[in-house]
């Protein structure tokens, strides 16, 4: 159920955000009121607190974002406490970003390597996964594990590439354990 929720209100605006081409604004938008209740904790239980009534989370959306979103984030605030969404707020969002880097190009990489790359290494990275999917640029995340022991484990969405040695490592010792079968 959470999944049609935030698909189907992330969805929605979207649609609003196409029609009235505010893609950039309702995206950065998104992200601001996403980022505001992701760093306040008090601020996302009052919200979905069950005793606190419609009219004070409408008078509390007022209060914090008028001003610092556009109407149209301030209307879609409001349509999600009307509709007793609010509890739903952040995957709705978590969607529409989505949705949004998806339709501009914009991938996600998590990228695993068993040291730190250089700014060269990583640039190559990147150019090599614009080159090799549908996606225009990256959002990159560069972690590092010395227990991969070289290679790197690129995770796209629900893809992963694993080079990594110890993954090779791991595949060629169950080759060899099955042939002492």
């Known amino acids: 159920m959470a999944k049609l929720v935030s698909s189907t209100y992330g969805d929605a605006l979207f649609e609003l955000a196409l029609e009235k081409d505010s893609m950039d604004t309702l995206f950065e938008e998104a992200c601001f ?24 989370k409408t008078a509390f959306i007022e209060k914090v974002f008028q001003g610092r979103v556009s109407g149209d984030m301030v209307g879609f605030l409001h349509i ?6 609010y509890n739903e707020i952040l995957p709705i969002f978590d969607y529409f970003i989505r949705r949004v880097k998806k339709h501009k190009g914009i991938g996600t990489a998590h990228v695993i390597s068993a040291v730190d790359l250089s700014d060269a290494q990583r640039k190559a990275v990147e150019d090599r996964l614009v ?11 560069y972690k590092v594990d010395p227990s991969i022991l070289g290679g790197l484990i690129i995770r796209i969405d629900d893809r992963v ?4 040695l110890k993954t090779q ?4 010792t169950r080759e060899l354990g099955m042939l002492q079968v």
Not at 80 to 85: H, M, S, Y
């Open 131 to 141: 080159a090799t999917t549908g996606y225009h640029t990256f959002e990159m995340d």
């Open 33 to 56: 009121v996403r980022d505001a209740f992701l760093g306040n904790e008090d601020m996302l239980r009052l919200f979905n607190h069950p005793k606190i009534r419609k009219e004070e």
């Open 80 to 85: 999600i406490v009307t509709k007793d969404r």
């Open 169 to 172: 490592l791991d595949k060629l």
């Open 161 to 164: 590439v694993d080079s990594s």
